[in-house]
């Protein structure tokens, strides 16, 4: 089924493929980036209305990092499809890649995640109907979608908050190398937009691309105000629509370069709406924040001059700026953590001025890392059946340079209970013979926890191995969807490797645990890491029935504990 999958087309997919032309390029011979984000809200909006079968419209498109330029003549390839839909609202996926006609020459642009709400008549709310992933890289975008819902939700609800707490230092100083200082205000600019119909869509909303696009041209000529340069749009934060407007609405578009780092600088947008009715008070439409670089001949980037703030807002934008660049590094670093590199403990907390926004921040997306990860490696299809004993069954799947496993078993009691008792590490020594002792050392809110384990196995030197562990739990997103506990090795400053144990790391685990009526489906999964090369393989070889006796041990320790007073999840429902 998963090779014949494979030339099943989904029916939300959009290939767009557009030649740039003089007319869409900047001074440098280059594409646009705002005429780019209006193809690319075209193209996502198509696959958004081939799935709700109605009218839709932005509502925000998550951060983008531009990768490479494209040049007059180049191509734009663009392919969109829906990832998955909840109740009223869909995730698109975004592709776009750069081609040269004459070499054949490919590039990767960017990625991008748009959101976009389906609209019916009056006052009716459409109901989206599920969308069911077929290939494997379907089924992964399905199940990290949720994941990503979640991460715009925090975003959304306390990054605001958190920002206007924060107490970064800034790291550069008006001495030295640097090329003098700016006042902010002579950034500042203002336009004003008519919505006229070829900038609205077929319902008569100003299209999402079109403000996109003249938010980067304001943005730009903020940012060359002070470098006197041409810059280069290297990250859009998120894109929010906070309201439409109309055919016949003027638009006020304002931006100003909130800060300036050693070869970067960040702009603030932001756009207000209003009617011909002077009476009417103008209505906050969206905000961006984006980040340009000056490059040289040899495209590298250039030192840019200091920014002195405006007293007041422009000293908080000043320091907001600071912390979303250490929001954008932290997040970079969490997520780009290459598999096969050591350490596999990513930093808990990466330096004693981390403060509580870099915190909370961090602890986000190494949460979402962590389930991310887990949720990579169960929509895998690959997976050999090695072997089967009373009913528990061991799967591998050998993938590029890894090798992972999976065991599989069934009992007779209800999911909630299943993963109300898994969740909690300090109760896997009573049925996992692997585990001496567990303590709690972090309850970092109702979905993470880090643990310190104390493993039975030995390492090389004959000690014991001990590992400090991230713990991500998740209910069910939707009808159908797992509850999810996944694992991962972080490093935490409070509790470095001691003499007693050799630390030990654990790349990506957990279970999911799917309802199945009167029965409830659990899986393990494990990516090998080298303390368990020789545990698995006498397992696999058909040396040893350990994994079998564990997770049969497993079972009966569920069963046992069904009628304890668990604590409930509640279920998430979007």
């Known amino acids: 089924m998963a090779s014949s999958s494979r030339d099943v087309r989904n029916p939300t997919e959009v290939h767009m493929s557009q030649m740039v032309l003089p007319c869409h390029a900047n001074h440098r011979g280059q594409l646009s980036t705002g005429q780019l984000l209006k193809w690319i809200d075209t193209a996502a909006c198509l696959s958004a209305e081939r799935h709700a079968g109605c009218p839709c419209v932005t509502a925000s498109m998550d951060d983008i990092y531009f990768e490479h330029t494209i040049s007059v003549g ?167 629509f906070r309201g439409p407007s109309q055919v016949g609405d003027r638009l006020i578009l304002k931006a100003i370069v909130n800060n300036a780092f050693k070869d970067s600088m960040e702009v603030g947008v932001c756009v207000e709406a209003f009617c011909h009715d002077v009476d009417v008070p103008r209505r906050h439409i969206n905000s961006a924040f984006m ?42 670093y969490v997520i780009s953590c290459k598999q096969s590199e050591v350490p596999l403990s990513v930093p808990w907390d990466p330096s004693n001025q981390i403060t509580p926004l870099m915190d909370f921040l961090l602890q986000v997306y190494l949460s979402y890392n962590n389930v991310s990860a887990l949720k ?88 014991l191995q001990d590992f400090i562990i991230l713990a991500s739990q998740r209910p069910p997103c939707a009808t159908g969807d797992p509850f999810v506990v996944a694992f991962r090795s972080v490093s935490l400053p409070t509790h470095p490797p001691c003499e007693e144990y050799t630390r030990g790391e654990t790349l990506c685990s957990g279970f999911c645990i799917w309802s199945e009526g009167s029965r409830t489906k659990i899986a393990y999964y494990n990516q090998f890491t080298p303390a368990l090369v020789s545990r698995v393989t006498t397992n696999i070889a058909g040396l040893s029935s350990d994994f079998s006796s564990t997770y049969e041990a497993c079972g009966k320790f569920l069963i046992e504990n069904t009628t304890e007073n668990v604590v409930d999840v509640k279920t998430s429902e979007p």
């Open 376 to 463: 990579m490696l169960v929509s895998k299809t690959d997976w050999v059946l090695t072997s089967e004993i009373n009913k528990v069954r061991l799967y591998t799947l050998e993938d590029d340079k890894f090798l992972s496993f999976r065991v599989d078993m069934r009992v007779s009691i209800g999911a909630r209970q299943s993963f109300n008792l898994l969740s909690d590490l300090r109760r896997r020594h009573e049925w996992d013979t692997n585990f001496k002792e567990c303590r709690l050392l972090q309850q970092v809110n109702e979905d993470d926890a880090i643990y310190h384990v104390v493993s039975t196995v030995c390492g090389a030197d004959g000690k």
């Open 291 to 332: 980040t340009f670089v000056v490059l040289d001949e040899n495209n590298r980037p250039c030192i840019v001059p200091c920014i002195k703030p405006e007293p007041g807002d422009g000293e908080r934008r000043y320091r907001e700026a600071i912390a979303r660049r250490k929001i954008r590094l932290d997040r970079k």
């Open 74 to 240: 180049q191509v734009v390839n663009l392919k969109t499809k829906v990832n998955r839909a909840f109740n009223s609202s869909m995730e698109v996926g975004i592709h776009v890649t750069s081609e040269d006609l004459c070499s054949g020459k490919e590039w990767k642009v960017c990625q991008a995640f748009a959101t976009f709400v389906a609209q019916a008549q009056g006052n009716k709310k459409v109901m989206l109907k599920p969308l069911t992933p077929v290939t494997e890289e379907e089924q992964l975008e399905h199940s990290i979608a949720a994941e990503r819902r979640r991460m715009r939700l925090v975003h959304t609800d306390n990054i605001k908050d958190l920002l206007t707490r924060s107490t970064l230092p800034d790291e550069r100083s008006p001495e030295g190398e640097l090329k003098g200082v700016v006042l902010a205000q002579k950034t500042r600019v203002e336009s004003v937009e008519l919505v006229l119909p070829p900038h609205a869509n077929h319902q008569g909303n100003t299209f999402g691309g079109q403000i996109m696009a003249w938010m980067e041209n304001i943005a730009t000529i903020a940012a060359s105000r002070l470098c006197h340069a041409h810059p280069t749009l290297k990250v859009i934060e998120m894109f929010h």
